[in-house]
């Protein structure tokens, strides 16, 4: 078995079985306002959206796990198939696998099962493909847009990490004059000033990876190799979401467990929200139900919230009322970032 083959099914395990989180949200430090006369049930509510150019009947995205091995290619056919009974997105793992070693990419194809909603390619800004190489690999697979995820820490703290960073942000560019392109961070989040440079590299979404779900340091450090990066690390999502308000279309992952967590980085400027973690871990445990009935309940949710607050649909959940408050509204504060209009829209 070849090293990345090794690594990702190490990586499937240690993420199943122990405890990968670290730090929070900070979703917790902020209050949506509840609107007493509400005229709405969660029966009325429309969280019809769309991501990409693709619509989704609800604004979740499966975010990027697998591919490449076997039980791999699996696990991807399942939860696409869950993807689109429920028409929300749906992400493949690094395509490093496939371009690496073509016979694996069947293990990413996922169209057949995923006919009509949103599928989302992924390779490492860090790899240095060449455009046409992610064009390739996008194309192979049918996928709508190419994630290229920056994972500095991990790349730090993993034992074989690729530590050449100099041209990530020129493969963004490249890649993103021929495909559609998700920058997407993995969990320590992205600030301001890279929004900014990743809008003019002309990206068409962010996703915002945060602090406060999986860690990849943690994960990494679980596999006790020799590398190093500081475990209390990133921007937590809530914090990301807010700095990266750039006017591309914002994906917010990391740490999002419930619809409330949802509506609330929706209401702080996301268009939707992507999770990862508790998808292998609801399937892990009870199969494509499992994941069936842990997405339904998040939507579920994030319909009651919605109602609670008087947003009949996505556009007007966007500009609900949400108070910023403690670490949170310290850190737009230092970063000069205007939260006060949140609250009262
Ligand atoms: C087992 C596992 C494998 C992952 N593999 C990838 C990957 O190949 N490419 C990528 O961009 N993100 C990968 N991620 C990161 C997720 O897409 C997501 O950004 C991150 O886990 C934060 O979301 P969460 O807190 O909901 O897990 C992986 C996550 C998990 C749990």
Request: hydrophobic share 40%; aromatic share 4%.
């Amino acid at each position: 078995m070849n090293q990345t083959k090794k690594r990702k099914l190490e990586h499937l395990d240690i993420c199943a079985n122990q405890n990968v989180e670290e730090g929070t949200t900070w979703l917790e430090h902020t209050k949506l306002v509840p609107d007493a006369l509400t005229k709405l049930n969660p029966t009325q509510i429309d969280t019809s959206t769309t991501l990409l150019g693709k619509k989704l009947r609800a604004p979740l995205v499966i975010s990027a796990i697998t591919g490449g091995v076997e039980e791999a290619g699996k696990i991807n056919r399942d939860l696409a198939g869950i993807a689109e009974q429920l028409g929300i997105g749906f992400g493949v793992g690094s395509q490093r696998a496939m371009i690496e070693h073509s016979e694996t990419w069947e293990t990413f194809y996922v169209r057949e099962q995923a006919p009509t909603t949103l599928v989302l390619g992924n390779v490492g800004a860090v790899n240095n493909y060449s455009a046409e190489q992610i064009l390739n690999a996008m194309q192979k697979i049918k996928a709508d847009a190419m994630c290229m995820h920056l994972n500095v820490a991990q790349e730090l703290a993993q034992p074989e990490g690729d530590t050449s960073f100099e041209h990530c942000l020129e493969n963004i560019k490249a890649a993103s004059k021929k495909l559609p392109v998700v920058a997407k961070e993995t969990g320590c989040g992205i600030n301001k000033q890279n929004a900014l440079a990743l809008k003019d590299a002309g990206v068409k979404a962010i996703d915002v990876g945060g602090r406060g779900g999986t860690s990849w340091i943690k994960v990494e450090a679980l596999r006790k190799g020799a590398g190093y990066a500081p475990i209390e690390w990133g921007i937590p999502t809530a914090a990301s979401i807010l700095e990266t308000q750039v006017g591309v279309q914002l994906i917010a992952t990391g740490g999002i467990r419930s619809g409330i967590q949802t509506a609330k980085a929706i209401a702080l400027g996301a268009d939707s929200a992507g999770l990862a973690l508790p998808v292998l871990r609801w399937y892990y445990k009870n199969g494509k139900e499992g994941v069936k009935q842990g997405l339904e309940q998040m939507i579920l949710e994030l319909k009651t919230t919605m109602a609670l607050t008087g947003s009949k649909d996505i556009k007007a959940l966007k500009n609900s009322n949400i108070v910023v408050n403690g670490p949170l509204f310290e850190w737009c504060q230092s970063r000069n970032i205007d939260v006060t209009r949140l609250g009262n829209r």
